[in-house]
């Protein structure tokens, strides 16, 4: 077989640039550290580092996820903690002295101060924000006010029940959140108790404070039915004047003969066993409501605290010895509510610190595989290099040659 010369140029010509682009493929390799350049390098190995970049990401997520997790739920775990250990304590401390039968009253008027105080910082620490300037105890409404001061001087809770996750794998999430009402509201109380309320639809000025039980047994009698006060017009009456009738909620009956009775703002009402004021000016038609509940917040324990000594005198020794009986428990309750919460908070932390290990654990795991998948063998690839250089000048040398081999230089 005759070999042609545009056969001997092609064959040198091809040759010298195979050995040109496997010269520049392993330049490449060790220029980016990369085993395969390309993924027709390798087609498999190029599709399981895609895989192994992408686990190692979602580590990297969900690694800083937990981290966010750990902060948050260490910021509400202390600052539950010290609400029990200072505020709550304190309140508690309070309330013994109060109970002292030789206190006297201007004794007690100073601890009912205090306490108020104690209040006021309790509803700071309900309403804390976290670094991200959310509010930590309003559920999924992190930018709402979650306690919410009314005008009968107790707290309404203005968030929702939600609790937010974040995903610390990839069907993983923790609860990072707990909202206020579960809590600081939803506390079993000691005794049955309620809570009262304007109508939203009243047109008048007048507001019903939180009120006191002042007779237990009387009030467990007719729990756990409701009160309605409504405001009738002024000539119901003779004198004509301001008054108001109290109505089971149940049935609508009058309640103790309580019909057209004349109002004077801040007269205080004493209905089955229960003490309330109504102030300011409300019109005919307002209506005020007082609910029957199981459960009673920290806000309104101390403030039932704070106002009824506030306005006990050395005369009221059984209610003071009832309210500072009822106040004890249902601080109690309020801490074991609280310390419950610590308790899961704690679990979710210690949840959390392992799983944090076992993403580390996993990616180092991930990364050498990658390295040894995706990363070049510096050593290999620079003799190889070496090699390829040598060969490709070998073949340019041997083209120079061979392109000069023509019966036309012998002539």
Not at 10 to 36: A, E, F, P, V
Request: proline share 3%; no cysteine.
């Amino acid at each position: 077989m005759r070999i042609s010369s545009l056969q001997q140029f092609n064959l040198g010509l091809y040759g010298m640039l195979d050995n040109q682009t496997s010269l520049q493929h392993t330049y490449q390799q060790i220029t980016t550290g990369r085993k395969i350049v390309t993924p027709a390098d390798d087609p498999v190995a190029a599709t399981k580092i895609l895989q192994l970049e992408q686990e190692m990401g979602l580590g990297e997520l969900f690694d800083k996820n937990a981290d966010a997790a750990l902060n948050r739920l260490g910021l509400e775990h202390d600052t539950l903690k010290s609400l029990i250990d200072n505020q709550i304590a304190r309140a508690r401390e309070l309330t013994v002295q109060a109970g002292n039968g030789s206190y006297p009253e201007g004794g007690r008027q100073a601890i009912a101060t205090e306490v108020r105080q104690i209040l006021e910082a309790v509803v700071d620490i309900m309403n804390t924000r976290d670094a991200s300037n959310e509010y930590i105890f309003s559920g999924d409404k992190g930018t709402t006010l979650p306690f919410v001061r009314q005008p009968n001087g107790d707290y309404r809770y203005e968030g929702d029940e939600g609790q937010r996750h974040l995903f610390i794998g990839k069907s993983t999430s923790v609860a990072t959140h707990d909202n206020g009402k579960r809590i600081f509201m939803d506390v079993k109380s000691a005794e049955n108790s309620f809570y009262t309320d304007n109508n939203v639809t009243n047109a008048g000025t007048g507001n019903i404070s939180t009120g006191l039980v002042i007779d237990q047994e009387k009030y467990d009698e007719f729990y756990p039915d409701d009160l309605i006060v409504t405001f009738n017009p002024e000539a119901a009456i003779d004198p004509p004047g301001p008054n108001y009738t109290v109505r089971r909620k149940s049935d609508d009956r009058v309640v103790e003969g309580i019909a057209f009775r004349g109002f004077s703002p801040g007269q205080r009402l004493e209905v089955k066993g229960l003490s309330f004021q109504i102030s300011g000016a409300p019109e005919p038609g307002d209506q005020f409501f007082v609910e029957s509940s199981d459960k009673q917040g920290l806000t309104t324990t101390l403030k039932r605290f704070v106002d009824g000594f506030s306005t006990f005198t050395d005369n009221d020794g059984e209610q003071i010895e009832a309210l500072v009986h009822d106040t004890l428990l249902n601080l109690d309750a309020a801490r074991d509510s609280i310390s419950e919460v610590v308790s899961e908070i704690g679990a979710r932390m210690n949840t959390l610190e392992s799983t944090k290990r076992l993403i580390q654990d996993v990616s180092i795991v991930n990364q050498e595989t990658l390295s040894k998948v995706r990363d070049v063998d510096f050593t290999e690839a620079i003799s190889r290099l070496q090699m390829e250089s040598f060969l490709l000048d070998a073949a340019q040398q041997s083209y120079a040659r061979i392109s000069n081999l023509s019966l036309f230089n012998r002539l």
